[in-house]
């Protein structure tokens, strides 16, 4: 159901490996419900999405597509088939946790690689976040030590940064926003054979 119909926001995550995992795990710890769908019948990992949550909902890519906010946990070189599941992605923020590091950076056209992603997503409204954390770090409860965990985001569209933001925030987690793709989406991707400058940081933000 989108949020248009009951006014609250519906979430998936697409791609189910160990980031799918670990991001299904955070809103499991929150009793927050999400989908989560790869290209594989529901079936074959719907144990597996028990084991994290009542609320974790295996899905369809079809279905999972219906959602709001739909997180990108797919490898970066799968992102133009979970393109195709839409003709358009207007109204959609699709959350961008993939890197391209071992992508040349020609193959990018020169472009951030999370810019480079948003021309699939024909309309959607690309928030660059939550990639920047190694899978086992991201499992973790983001409470630590009386603080919580950052995230970064980026992205061309401040309503989209801030919607996701909030969604950081419920999910325990402190965003930290870095601007467009262009500037603060650098500070956050890879390509090549190099990381971003903000990539494996762990950072814990005190209020």
Do not use: C
């Amino acid at each position: 159901m989108s949020k248009s119909e009951n006014n609250v926001a519906s979430y998936a995550i697409i791609g189910f490996g160990h980031i799918g995992k670990a991001l299904a795990r955070a809103f499991a710890r929150k009793s927050i419900e999400v989908s989560v769908a790869t290209t594989r019948d529901p079936e074959s990992f719907a144990s597996d999405a028990a084991a994290i949550g009542p609320g974790i909902i295996p899905a369809t890519l079809a279905e999972a597509v219906t959602a709001d906010i739909i997180f990108l946990a797919v490898r970066f070189e799968s992102h133009p088939e979970v393109a195709k599941a839409l003709p358009t992605w207007q109204g959609k923020i699709i959350v961008d946790v993939t890197n391209a590091y071992g992508v040349p950076a020609e193959k990018l056209g020169g472009l951030p690689s999370a810019k480079f992603v948003a021309q699939a997503f024909t309309g959607g409204k690309l928030v660059k976040g939550f990639n920047h954390l190694g899978a086992a770090i991201l499992d973790q409860d983001p409470a630590v030590h009386g603080g919580r965990r950052v995230v970064f985001l980026a992205s061309d569209d401040d309503g989209a940064a801030t919607e996701t933001g909030e969604l950081a925030k419920n999910l325990g987690f402190s965003p930290i926003q870095l601007g467009g793709l262009s500037e603060g989406g650098l500070l956050v991707q890879a390509h090549g054979n190099s990381w971003g400058k903000l990539i494996f940081q762990d950072l814990v933000k005190f209020d």
